[in-house]
């Protein structure tokens, strides 16, 4: 048996009373043997005549969005749960690249035919709600148990280059071994120059996911490096420690374990290796920043801790994710379990309220011009002596802080 949430019967029930068999797919199962819970759930139709007819079933339940037709794809969010309902199809490579494929929708496909176009075996399985019974054409949960990843079709594998990352990300997420044929294929492929065909966002789809959910990322990085691949460090080290220390937010964890690969590049090597994966801005820029500040921990505590020196930082970068790649960093070198100079740094900085975000201006444009000056370029001057003045103590309060613009106007 496989639990699903009770909620979706009543959708099940419906499709099943227009004779339409629903068979849950893919993640949802893979996630339950390893009690990983999930929201998204595929499910693949059979006995179905059309898109018309599964939106007019649906359509009573929520919002219906059409994928592509092309692709078979309805997706419907019900309750909590993001629903994907598909119909079996064929592919056909037509041309190079991952969506070189001509996709066709075939309804009178059996289960084990319409499977066997599916990348690994811990894939292939289903799981029947109308029969109650697991559906395992290719003995996928076997080789799960015995944690082996191997391919449903090493001919039709070798078709998509996206299936080499998929590989390493499943192999390093569930900590599998790569069944020998199916590793000197991706070897192969990578040699071949195969993934030179992907559009570098969807490299970077499957790297993600690998730094967002394997407990060991550097083994991903690892294998990478045996198939051949340049999307390698000498720092991988690094990134198991930031995966012990990953933040709620996924888009702060990417950005940390890429500055962790990239710590002790300069900046322009660094942002080569980065835009290798993506043209995300916001990624590169915070990136590159704690690169540029990985070692201003270490300076501030030898100095002695300051907290004009700490306001400083705070005003420059988020200390606390600061603090992560330092430890991580001093952590993977040191073989140490203490950072004595990151815990006294995260200590004031939390006394002083600034471990996530930089101290609060107490002067704005609005004071200076209560004294009668109009807008101009020199406010922002006025702004940064007045912030300069606040970090390092001169003031405290906005009463105090208007009697220093006072006198500094004056002088």
Known sequence: MIDYPSKLDTIFDKLKSHGIRPIIVGGYIRDY?????????????????????????????????VVGESFGVCKLYFEEYDLDFSFPRS????????????????????????????????????YDVVEKKILDPFGGLDDFKNKT???????????DPLRVLRAVQFATRFELKIENDLFSLCKDMVTNGLLDELAKERIFEEIKKLLLYAKKPSR??????????????????????????????????IVLMLAALCYDFSQKEAQDFIEKLTDEREILNRSLLLIEKHNEIDNIYEKGLNDYRLYKLAAEVNIEELLILSSSIYFSKSGSKIYKAGEEV????????????KLPALLAGKDILEFGLKPSPIFSEILNSAYEAQMRGEFKSHKDALNWLKNYLKS
């Open 33 to 65: 043997l390893v009690d990983i819970e999930s929201k998204d759930i595929d499910i693949e139709l059979y006995g179905i005549s059309s898109f018309t007819e599964l939106q007019n079933i649906l359509k009573e339940f929520g919002s219906v969005n």
């Open 91 to 126: 592919d056909n490579k037509v041309k190079s690249g991952h969506r070189g494929f001509e996709i066709t929708i075939d309804t009178t496909l059996d289960f084990k035919t319409a499977t066997s176009r599916r990348d690994f075996t811990m894939n292939s399985v289903g």
């Open 149 to 159: 990843l191997k391919a449903v079709n090493l001919e039709s594998f070798g078709e």
């Open 220 to 253: 991903g990085f690892e294998l990478l490096r045996e198939f051949g691949s340049d999307l390698y460090t000498q720092n991988i080290s690094v990134i198991d420690e930031i995966a012990k220390e990953r933040t709620a937010n996924k888009q702060t964890n």
């Open 346 to 357: 995260k200590k004031r900085a939390k006394e002083l309220n600034i471990l996530n975000k």
